[in-house]
């Protein structure tokens, strides 16, 4: 009976060791409310909007980096969206020490370091834009999150309409359209993972780096003709890193869509047309 026992103990500890050591795709991947499952990432169900919260509202802190946030949360803590400071955004623009190099200073007081700046996922706020690679990296770090690769990305955006040159202003993607729209406006530009406005919208950050491209042509009609800048044969700014932006914006018409690349941008180049999304 003792040796059973023992032999029991023992395969039960051999279950929970091969728990402890089994890799990570091979567990079960619970995404949070403000994410969607797409093979072992949680891609975020929409556009990053990036808020000033002060450290000291540790409440608010913990529900942004557990994925619970709500705009609501946001707006009744007084919360303050950060990006483009002109219209269609009207957004405040980011403090001095949240600078586009994306060397931030920390709050003071703020234990441990903080920006006091985080990327959140919510419906029914136009997206942050104005802000440069590297404040978005920064942004997903403080909210426990990361940007998507562009493989990431690529895999997330997988059945998104491509609606071109139409625009309803209710259900197609915004890809023909006056402004950028709020996140989830669209009711059916969500991919089959279920990620909303990855066509159109504003162009979205991807992590990688690559060349900074300087030559633009199409995909093959068959692809969708979506814009493809990528490579080209040398400028003034070759020397300079470019990184990846995925989808399009709201004003490309055809050449948005899920293979839309942009890569002539530097990490350090806020736009007003681009954006970005987060994953864990």
């Not at 079960?28 to 990432?41: E, S």
């Not at 942004?64 to 007084?78: F, Y």
């Not at 895999?155 to 915004?174: E, H, L, Q, Y």
Request: glycine share 12%; aromatic share 8%; net charge negative.
């Amino acid at each position: 009976m003792e040796s059973m026992r023992a032999i029991g103990a023992m395969a039960g500890a051999a279950a929970f060791l091969a728990v402890l050591v089994a890799p990570a795709g091979a567990r079960t991947l619970r995404c949070a409310a403000d994410a969607v499952k797409v093979g072992t990432t949680c891609v975020d169900k929409y556009e990053a909007s990036v808020w000033q919260i002060h450290p000291s509202n540790t409440w608010l802190v913990k529900r942004v980096q557990s994925g619970k946030a709500t705009l609501a949360d946001l707006t009744a803590a007084g919360a303050v969206q950060l990006g483009c400071n002109f219209a269609p955004y009207g957004h405040a623009a980011y403090p001095a020490g949240f600078p586009d190099t994306g060397n931030w200073t920390a709050v003071v007081g703020s234990t441990p370091p903080s920006p006091g700046v985080f990327a959140v996922s919510v419906a029914g706020v136009v997206p942050s834009a104005c802000t440069s690679w590297l404040q978005a990296a920064q942004a997903c770090a403080a909210s426990g999150k990361r940007l998507l690769t562009n493989e990431e990305w690529q895999r997330a955006a997988a059945g998104t309409p491509d609606p071109g040159a139409a625009d309803d202003a209710f259900t197609t993607c915004a890809t023909s359209s006056a402004n950028p729209v709020a996140t989830g406006s669209r009711a059916t530009c969500t991919s089959s993972w279920g990620a909303f406005d990855m066509t159109g919208n504003v162009w979205e950050w991807a992590g990688d780096w690559t060349s900074n491209a300087d030559d633009c042509t199409h995909w093959p009609a068959g692809l969708g003709d979506d814009v493809s800048c990528v490579g080209g044969p040398g400028s003034a700014f070759s020397n300079l890193p470019g990184v990846m932006r995925r989808g399009g914006s709201w004003n490309r018409v055809t050449e948005a869509g899920v293979f839309a690349v942009n890569a002539s941008n530097d990490p350090s180049e806020p736009r007003a047309d681009t954006g970005f999304r987060c994953g864990r």
